[in-house]
């Protein structure tokens, strides 16, 4: 868990000149650790401000030291870096290597073996992890179909609203039409009853006026029926005087009756003017309600918008859902490809690891041999330098002793054998997790008696 917590954040690399590596995740610090390429003096950082010493941090696997014939230590280093120190000719492959954390002993090309077992058990794991990884996106893509189905029934059922919406609003404009086409009947019936009402009350009207005019007619007949008595009989007067009076008298009681019959006819002929006010006002009462049956059309027609709006919108997440729909099928058939490749890769690598473990197997008992048969071998003279070893400050100086004998032929065939695989390996890794920036290179010249 330290591990993965660690490798989440992004480490830099810098060396003892300065230069600086990085940003690169922890596995990849391990990766170069194991590629001999930064050794003790080197110090990694998060944040560029804090410098740890890549020795102190365990997770970088750095606990091996090399020890010489005078008893100084070298180090510490990665155990896969002992094969380049064996090739290089550094170290012989007996060479006694101490465990930085417990103190314990061993020969290089034992931890150097050891080193590679536990590098191809790794392998093994991270295959393991691939398997798991291919299964989660298999989880995924079950994920993925079940709400794809869950998004169809969705979609099924906005359609079916969508169908039901289409029939109200059928109903709706079939109902209102037929409210229309009623209230348009009927405010022309009540227009023609109007109107005929309209043309009675002026008949009537007419006729009051033409009655009135022949009793002032006759009224006027008689006035100058009564002057011409007057005026023929004089000595009538007095008799014509009381007929004339009683006639005048008459005559006003039927001049009263032709004012009041005036009068009648003229309320009579107020009556259709207030009955065409009322009508008046119900033509206004039925423009108010057309009114409101228009503004009721607006509002209709305001729903109608809204709804296809809201249909427009529905058509538009379904196609995003379409459209999901295919780049999720996209998804699972490069998802499929990607685990049908990763399975014929699993296979090959254990075929690989299988024909790894045979060999280190045989690399294993031949390096036993030649050991053994090296240390029964007498020591020879050397044709290398005198070595000069550096010690530290807790050890005291020895004597510098000459290195050992050169190393067999068959020995240097194995290791180039071994060294070839543990190439492939770093290749395969790289392709793995590619560097965000070039790696450091690799340490060449670390022990003394290697210096150019």
Do not use: C
């Amino acid at each position: 868990m330290e591990t993965e917590r660690m490798n989440v954040d992004r480490w830099y690399l810098r060396a003892p000149n300065g230069h600086e590596y990085g940003p690169v995740p922890f596995d990849r610090l391990r990766i170069w650790a194991a590629q001999n390429r930064f050794a003790a003096g080197y110090g990694i950082s998060r944040d560029r401000q804090e410098w740890q010493a890549v020795e102190t941090v365990p997770e970088l696997g750095m606990d091996w030291y090399v020890q010489s014939g005078s008893g100084a230590r070298f180090g510490p280093f990665h155990p896969l870096a002992l094969l380049d120190y064996v090739r290089e000719g550094a170290i012989p492959p007996d060479a006694v290597v101490l465990h930085k954390g417990n103190g314990g002993s061993a020969r290089a090309y034992q931890v150097l073996l050891e080193a590679v077992v536990d590098a191809i058990d790794q392998t093994a794991e991270e295959q393991a992890g691939l398997f798991e990884q291919i299964a989660l996106l298999q989880e995924q893509l079950e994920e993925q179909t079940r709400v794809r189905a869950e998004a169809e029934k969705e979609a099924e059922s906005l359609r079916k609203q969508i169908r039901e919406w289409a029939e109200r609003q059928e109903a709706w404009e079939a109902a209102l039409s037929r409210q229309r086409m009623e209230l348009e009947q009927a405010a022309a019936q009540e227009l023609e009853r109007l109107r005929a009402e309209t043309e009675r009350e002026s008949e009537k009207r007419r006729k009051a006026e033409a009655s009135a005019a022949d009793w002032e007619k006759r009224a006027r007949a008689a006035f100058e029926a009564a002057d011409k008595a007057v005026a023929e009989a004089e000595d009538r007067r007095r008799e014509l005087e009381r007929l004339l009076e009683q006639e005048r008298r008459e005559g006003q009681r039927r001049i009263e009756e032709l004012q009041a019959e005036m009068n009648r006819l003229r309320e009579a002929s107020e009556t259709p003017s207030r009955e065409l006010d009322r009508l008046q006002r119900e033509l206004e009462e039925h423009n108010r309600r057309w009114q409101e049956v228009q503004e009721e059309r607006v509002e209709w027609r305001r729903q109608r918008e809204a709804w296809e709006r809201r249909q427009q919108e529905n058509d538009a997440r379904f196609e995003k859902e379409k459209r999901q729909r295919r780049e999720a099928e996209a998804e699972r058939d490069a998802a499929r490809q990607a685990a049908a490749a990763a399975e014929t890769v699993a296979q090959n690598a254990f075929e690989r690891i299988r024909f790894l473990e045979a060999e280190l197997q045989s690399a294993h008992a031949r390096l036993e041999t030649l050991a053994q048969e090296q240390s029964r071998r007498p020591n020879g003279p050397t044709d290398q330098p005198p070595v000069e070893f550096e010690t530290t400050a807790e050890e005291t100086p020895s004597p510098p002793k000459t290195p050992p004998n050169a190393r067999p032929a068959s020995l240097i065939s194995l290791e180039a054998r071994a060294q070839a695989e543990l190439r492939a390996w770093r290749n395969r890794q790289k392709n793995a997790a590619p560097l965000e920036e070039k790696a450091p290179p690799k340490i060449t010249s670390w022990f003394p008696w290697r210096k150019p």
